[in-house]
């Protein structure tokens, strides 16, 4: 459809710099894309921040949850005061100051409170005004899927967990920083999981609320029972009791002692929780020849992926190592993976697991961002919107669906999401016209200074091989600087510096601060950005950053309760510098 966008289209505009909400329908490649940018990055030395909502997703993406990375943890709303203690944590501080890219995956399950409350830190720690604090951020969802889970307390069982049906405010998007980060939507228009016309008949009409009698009589065709299921098709259930009795019934009714295999782990044991938490591999995995696996883990080259399905069918003579007989027939030696968590191109801690867990059974939750060729599902007991979606859209084709049963509930989207789904649509198209419309010259031009105002590394811009000497510090600091400097000798502004490069007047505002320190800009020339109330202020505002004893912005803006912004406070502080400095 015309509204939706292609996997290049989409890896060209966040290329450019642009905060991007990247969306589409399950198995339309949003982490095919999210891994092809992440290399890009890195191939051009800049290292994102690779987080997501849940421990499952992030343990997928080599990544950690954003709650752990941004500092925030268990919380559910901070104060200012905790917002600034947590911005104040050298390791977070430093964390945020050196990231230029913060990728959040499956969006979807990230409550609004959640998203506000990581933004807020992210400005705070960077002392910068622009939402996350300048950051590229790229958000990564579809919102027909799991949503947050809000919990609560049922008063006759304090244990037990209740799912509020509609809750204030439940999605990311209901978030006013959503609205702030002028995000650029990518709806994405391939489709790589699902080659069934009819099955994907079925899928459209959940998500457009359209589903009818056509579509019954699909799914009618699919219906079935416990008695003729596959005995090997993976089973998912609403509710983790159901999955655990199936797993542990189905192994001991195989002959013989199973084989445990124990989950290797270093680093702080806080990020090991983690990871294990959200690892789809067991820390005691329990195996017999015979048993029904999954894969858990991407090694296209050893012949699977996560969610490829396969049975034991023995253990190598010499390490004991797990044979497994994929349903394509191929027999696979299990080998040990690791999962971890990276920072700084780093390893901070990791696991070590055999990409296995039994699979007779899984939760849909769990099954989430999986590709299967076959399962059995019993949706009867489905209590969250989007849930019997997410179950139905892991298999590639309706050959592939053995429905127990369902209950009303199994086809229904949230009423919100497909009136937020519209917009999305069309903000999605008004993108796809908007950089349709430049020419690849100017495209590139917002890719290459993208990459410098990163601190990234190009070899090629303009045409030309970037050699180190075309820097403003001893060759630490990439090319921009002098690109920017040619401008403002021009004499032209802050905004038409950003708009003639495509970059944030923030960005720019890096560049005239650095210029300042390294002696390309003389303070003199500052000047002309300052207006004559700020002037007027300047030796209050200077008295005000010696009083608070601090050198950030935050503090001395608060003060003045809006009577100057971000900007004038800044230019104030790189004006108090060089008369500390002289």
Request: aromatic share 8%.
């Amino acid at each position: 459809m015309i509204y939706r966008v292609t996997q290049n289209e989409a890896l060209t505009i966040l290329k450019t710099g642009a905060n991007v909400f990247l969306t589409g329908e399950p198995g339309s490649g949003k982490s095919y894309i999210v891994n092809e940018y992440v290399q890009y990055l890195r191939t051009h030395g800049i290292e994102p921040a690779i987080t997501a909502s849940t421990g499952i997703a992030a343990t997928n993406i080599g990544g950690m949850t954003i709650h752990s990375w941004s500092g925030i943890g268990i919380h559910t709303s901070l104060e200012m005061g905790d917002i600034r203690h947590i911005a104040s944590s050298k390791h977070i501080g430093k964390r945020m100051r050196e990231t230029k890219v913060l990728i959040i995956d499956e969006v979807s399950m990230l409550s609004p409170a959640t998203l506000t409350m990581v933004e807020a830190v992210c400005r705070e720690a960077r002392q910068n005004p622009e939402p996350f604090g300048g950051l590229q951020v790229v958000l990564v969802g579809d919102f027909f899927q799991l949503p947050p889970i809000i919990k609560r307390k049922n008063e006759g069982d304090l244990d037990q967990i209740v799912l509020l049906d509609e809750p204030e405010a439940r999605f990311a998007y209901d978030s006013p920083v959503w609205t702030r980060t002028h995000s650029v939507t990518c709806y994405l228009s391939e489709q790589h999981r699902q080659d069934d016309k009819d099955y994907l008949g079925v899928l459209s009409a959940i998500r457009d609320n359209t589903f009818g009698m056509k579509h019954v009589k699909h799914i009618e065709s699919r219906r079935t029972t416990y008695g003729k299921v596959p005995h090997d098709a993976p089973k998912l259930f609403s509710h983790n009791v159901d999955v655990d009795l199936v797993n542990k019934d189905m192994l001991s009714q195989l002959p013989g002692e199973a084989r445990v295999f124990k989950m290797r782990s270093y680093g702080p044991s806080k990020l090991v929780s983690t990871l294990a938490r959200g690892c789809l591999s067991p820390e005691f995995l329990n195996l017999k020849i015979g048993a029904s696996v999954m894969f858990t883990k991407n090694n296209p080259r050893a012949g699977f992926v996560n969610g490829t399905l396969g049975l034991v069918e023995g253990f190598r003579e010499d390490d004991r190592y797990p044979m497994i007989r994929t349903r394509a027939g191929q027999l696979i030696t299990a080998e040990p993976m690791d999962w971890s968590i990276e920072e700084g191109g780093e390893h901070k801690a990791g696991i070590t697991q055999f990409p296995l867990r039994l699979a007779w059974a899984i939760t849909v939750h769990k099954s989430q961002g999986m590709s299967l060729d076959e399962a059995v599902m019993d949706l009867s007991e489905v209590f969250e919107y989007g849930q019997g979606y997410v179950a139905l859209s892991r298999v590639r084709r309706l050959s592939g669906v053995h429905l127990i049963g369902w209950n009303q509930k199994a086809f229904q989207v949230h009423p919100d999401v497909i009136d937020k789904e519209k917009e999305f649509q069309l903000a999605s198209a008004a993108a796809e016209k908007k950089y349709a419309g430049l020419s690849k010259k100017e495209i590139q031009n917002r890719q290459d200074n993208f990459v410098l105002a990163c601190d990234g590394q190009l070899k090629v811009l303009n045409g030309k091989e970037i050699k180190k000497a075309d820097s403003v510090s001893g060759g630490k600091k990439p090319s921009t600087y002098k690109t920017t400097l040619a401008l403002w000798n021009d004499g032209k502004t802050i905004n038409e510096i950003a708009e003639e490069r495509g970059l944030k007047s923030r960005t720019v505002f890096d560049h005239i601060e650095e210029l300042l320190k390294t002696g390309k800009i003389r303070p003199t020339e500052l000047s002309r950005l300052i207006s004559p109330k700020l002037a007027k202020a300047l030796p209050k505002i200077h008295a005000l950053f010696s009083e608070l004893d601090t050198d950030k912005l935050t503090p001395v803006f608060e003060e003045f309760d809006g009577l100057f912004s971000y900007d004038d406070i800044r230019l104030a502080r790189m004006l108090r510098a060089s008369v500390v400095e002289d």
